[in-house]
């Protein structure tokens, strides 16, 4: 196998050791996919063949209130030009994936705490709408300890205008797991760390209505419901 496409998306997968005829691979659609059906395919000696169909239905979200610090909303001309350039530099960031998978074990939550809010929640703040909670919110105190939910590469650990305290991991084949508004950074960009390392603690920085976890999961360049991930059982 070549190259493996899902509705002319290049996914990244990975061949089964002695077996090449098994591929594994990772394809998510997101809260803004309309509902249709999607094929994946691969190329094998030049020649396109159907591996699954997907079909996508549509999903109604609900919606919320906060109220957040108005600076958080109505952006002075420095926080404007801050936010912009991180955005870039997360596009970037998001692009330099590892091919090849980073972790063993299936995925598990980032910490032992009920949710607070759930994917796909329409966000008004301060009575303004801003769009949608594209992850997970775990109920957390400041300084409670956040763990990797898998093995993989600390590619961003700092400071960032509107996540706060953030660290993102790479776990290969597509796959990010991202943790926002820490109180305390302790994991080191550039390292590889196994799962439910100690990444750092949690806190209310960045534009928050207090101290919670923001746990995200990018496949493929999707926002998805990190749930989902969580609910994949590889026997």
């Not at 803004?32 to 169909?53: H, Y």
């Not at 972790?103 to 759930?118: E, G, I, Q």
């Not at 939910?149 to 991991?169: D, Q």
């Not at 990444?199 to 923001?214: D, E, F, I, N, Y």
Request: charged share 25%; hydrophobic share 35%.
């Amino acid at each position: 196998v070549s190259e493996l496409t899902c509705s002319n998306e290049i996914i990244k997968f990975r061949q089964e050791v002695g077996d090449q005829n098994i591929l594994w691979f990772y394809y998510a659609q997101d809260y803004f996919t309309e509902s249709g059906d999607f094929n994946c395919s691969a190329k094998i000696n030049d020649q396109d063949k159907i591996l699954v169909n997907i079909h996508v239905e549509s999903k109604k979200f609900g919606e919320e209130s906060l109220r957040v610090s108005p600076k958080k909303v109505n952006l002075s001309k420095k926080d404007l030009k801050r936010s912009q350039m991180e955005r870039v530099r997360l596009d970037q960031v998001y692009k330099t994936t590892i091919d090849d998978p980073l972790f063993l074990r299936d995925f598990v939550a980032p910490m032992n705490s009920r949710l607070t809010s759930v994917y796909g929640t329409r966000r008004v703040f301060n009575n303004t709408r801003l769009g949608q909670h594209l992850g997970v919110d775990y109920k957390a105190a400041v300084g409670d300890e956040i763990f990797s939910s898998n093995s993989g590469k600390v590619i961003l650990a700092e400071n960032l205008f509107f996540s706060g305290n953030t660290v993102i991991l790479d776990h290969g084949m597509g796959i990010l797991s991202i943790y926002m508004h820490m109180s305390k950074i302790i994991a080191k960009e550039g390292d590889y760390v196994p799962q439910l390392s100690l990444l750092g603690l949690a806190g209310s920085t960045g534009r928050v209505t207090g101290p919670h976890l923001h746990w995200g999961v990018k496949i493929n360049g999707h926002w998805v419901d990190g749930l989902n991930l969580l609910a994949i059982k590889n026997d």
